[in-house]
Each structure stands twice: as C-alpha cells, then as structure tokens.
C-alpha cells in the first residue's frame, strides 16, 4: 500500500493517497487502529513534497478515517470500515457507469467492453498506473463488421 503514485494522471497526487488509504481500509489491508507511515517517510518513499501527504491526511481525518496522536503518528479509526467500503463502491460504480456510457457512445461492443474489463482484472496493477499495453492492444483489436 502507498508504495507509488503517478505524478502523470490527471488525479491529483493528494486524491492519488487518500485514495490508496480509503482503498486499503475498504480492502481490510488496513484496519483499525493500524499506524500509516509519518508525513515525512512517504513523502521519501513516493518522491513527493510533505505538504501534499499532510494535505492529504489531513483530508483523511476531515472524513473521519484516521486520528492523529501528538508524538504518536497518524492511525486508521475504529469503526469506518463499512463507511469506506460503500463510499469506494458507490464512486467506483458510478465511474465505471460514465466509461461504459462513453465506450457505448463510441462505438464499442458489449464484448470489447468485457474483454477489457476481464483483462484490467486480471492484471495486479496499482490504481494510478500507466495502462499497460497488453490492455492498449485490445484497443487496436478486432475490425468491425
């Protein structure tokens, strides 16, 4: 978890870490009461100004997901499990909605669709990562009838 962002994307790197966390708490990978790194060690491990993971924390305790203990470090609230897992689910949903929508209004078939879906599944990428190209040369594939 928190192992790299994507200073590319078009998702903001503070968005890119409070995302990561809400993800892994929704996973269970993080659960209540674990400790995060300090603002300072991911700043180092990502190659990202402190600010932005302070911000980012921040955010974070804004929601009610984390609690900061003075000379402690930063933890993951007791009992925001559920919350977090519909919260990912509903943005998620609603995401893949608009993408279906767009894929439709473009032209793809429901098979393209799925085809791409299945791939993106199946590969153990981190959220934020460049597409790979095996999923890129599903794009050129098939000709139309």
């Given at each position: 978890m928190l192992s790299s962002i994507d200073i590319s994307s078009s998702v903001a790197v503070y968005v890119?870490?409070?995302?990561?966390?809400?993800?892994?708490?929704?996973?269970g990978r993080l659960k209540p009461g674990d400790q995060l790194p300090s603002v300072r060690e991911l700043s180092e491990r990502l190659g990202v100004n402190p600010n932005t993971v302070a911000k980012a924390y921040r955010d974070l305790e804004v929601m009610g997901l984390l609690y900061t203990r003075r000379g402690m470090g930063v933890f993951v609230q007791k009992g925001v499990e559920g919350k977090c897992r519909e919260d990912c689910r509903r943005r998620i949903f609603s995401r893949l909605h608009e993408v279906v929508a767009e894929a439709k209004a473009a032209?793809?078939?429901?098979?393209?669709?799925?085809?791409?879906?299945?791939?993106?599944?199946?590969?153990?990428?981190?959220?934020?990562?460049?597409?790979?190209?095996?999923v890129l040369t599903l794009a050129r594939g098939r000709k139309r009838k």
């Open positions: 890119q870490i409070e995302n990561h966390v809400q993800f892994a708490i929704s996973s032209g793809l078939s429901k098979e393209d669709i799925i085809e791409v879906a299945e791939k993106s599944y199946s590969l153990d990428v981190d959220p934020y990562s460049e597409t790979p190209a095996s």
